[in-house]
């Protein structure tokens, strides 16, 4: 398996920036979709927005439509087009609204869109991405789950469509940034030893196993420096999010599990770090917001301006780093499992990771369920190799009933 990122062919020119870029957000009303259209707004020589999609916000896609004036905006859910359509129509936009999981796939390959900001959370992201690589769009990945779910078939599709994959979770992005520009194949080849990837240990870094088998949605949902949709935020709290970085890594950069590392790191500044064989690290630092690395993707290879405040590290004063601690957040564990295990095994473990968060913020399920449910059901699920993206669909279908049953049994 090939696992060239972005840059096998050569570094987009500047002149790229001569023309205005047809961008289409997916995910436009989520946070992610909110700080792409920020930085946007302060480039507006250079971007265009073409395409705004959503899951089922109304109220918030009516604004954004005005705002940004659209060609074309998506909702998944047709009764939300119809009002979009409606609000619209009464203000006269000329926005034409479109519904439904086929719709997205094709605004994401459209021929008149040059980049592809994929900011859909969960599974669902994974069919418009695919979309995006299979027509060598300029693809701004946010949607980690897309890479767990099917990354052989996602990394092969970038290349095979001759798309230009540029990662937004800022650890990968950091990463990026620090790597050499002129890849290789494999990490050894572009001397390099590991990855570190930094995590901020959430709000429970510090945390008894007692309080945290007690911890609310409220608790978790409050992530110490980073403002985020609530399924990553819980993701964070149990440190999947962490887990899933991990299987991210691994194939945006054709690492294996024993390359990559995690280092917690509370302040959240260095954003993660490269290790080179003669000892050297590398590392990407700055204010935690996602602006810096949506900026750093629509931009690329040239820098833009972000709207992010300059880094005071006089203020922060100190940077403390420690080991990650697998027997409180055991979800980096079975991330790290389910890697080593390969095949659909992360699959599995990311439609089960969806069940258990969507369970425990309806108070379903504790918070130490989470890592429970998620062995209990890999380990009575059969894993097989990666064929195909139908074959991937059945096994998260089969992944959540079996996670639903769990739940039946347990909650
Ligand atoms: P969010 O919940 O704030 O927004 C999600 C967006 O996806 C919304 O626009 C929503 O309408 C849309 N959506 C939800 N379900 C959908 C479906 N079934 N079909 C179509 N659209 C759907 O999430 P977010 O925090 O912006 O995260 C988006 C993605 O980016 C996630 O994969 C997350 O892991 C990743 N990411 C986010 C951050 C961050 O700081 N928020 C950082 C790194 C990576
Ligand atoms: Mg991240």
Not at 26 to 42: E, K, R
Not at 188 to 211: C, E, H, Q, Y
Request: net charge negative.
């Amino acid at each position: 398996m090939d696992h060239t990122l972005i840059d096998s062919k050569p570094v987009m020119s500047n002149l790229a920036f001569e023309t205005v870029q047809n961008v289409a957000i997916l995910g436009a009303t989520g946070t992610i979709g909110i700080q792409t259209l920020d930085v946007i707004s302060q480039h507006p020589e250079r971007f265009n927005v073409f395409a705004l999609t959503a899951n089922n916000n109304v109220k918030s896609m009516i604004s954004l439509c005005q705002q940004y004036t659209p060609k074309y905006a998506v909702m998944l859910q047709e009764q939300a087009a119809l009002a979009l359509h409606a609000a619209l129509k009464a203000v006269n936009a000329s926005t034409i609204v479109l519904h439904g999981e086929q719709a997205l796939a094709e605004i994401a390959g459209h021929i008149e869109v040059d980049t592809v900001m994929a900011a859909i959370v969960g599974a669902a992201g994974l069919h418009p991405a695919m979309a995006a690589a299979r027509s060598g769009k300029r693809i701004l990945l946010a949607n980690k789950e897309t890479l767990v779910m099917a990354g052989s078939l996602f990394m092969r599709a970038v290349e095979e469509g001759g798309a230009t994959l540029l990662p937004i979770d800022s650890e990968h992005n950091a990463i990026f940034q620090v790597m050499p520009r002129q890849r290789a194949k494999n990490l050894v080849d572009m001397g390099i030893k590991r990855v570190l990837l930094t995590a901020s240990g959430g709000p429970f870094r510090n945390a008894s196993l007692d309080d945290m088998r007690a911890v609310t949605p409220e608790q978790a949902l409050n992530h110490p420096n980073w403002v985020m949709g609530p399924k990553i935020t819980i993701d964070s709290a149990t440190m999947m999010n962490k887990g899933l970085e991990v299987i991210e890594a691994h194939w945006l950069f054709n690492a294996s599990a024993d390359q990559i590392d995690v280092v917690v790191h509370p302040q959240s500044v260095i954003h993660s770090m490269v290790e080179y064989s003669d000892g050297s690290v590398l590392a990407q630092l700055g204010n935690p917001d996602m602006r810096t690395p949506i900026a750093y993707g629509l931009g690329f290879p040239n820098r833009l301006e972000s709207g992010v405040s300059s880094l005071d590290l006089i203020k922060i004063g100190r940077l403390d780093f420690s080991a990650p601690d697998f027997s409180r957040f055991p979800c980096l564990r079975l991330a790290y499992d389910a890697l080593k295990a390969g095949g659909t095994a992360p699959a599995i473990l990311n439609a089960v990771n969806e069940i258990a968060v969507e369970a425990f913020l309806a108070e379903r399920i504790g918070f130490m369920d989470i890592p429970i449910m998620i062995e209990s059901v890999l380990t009575t699920s059969g894993i097989e190799d990666v064929a195909s993206i139908a074959q991937l669909a059945e096994v998260d279908a089969e992944a959540r009933r079996a996670a639903n049953i769990w739940l039946k049994n347990h909650a």
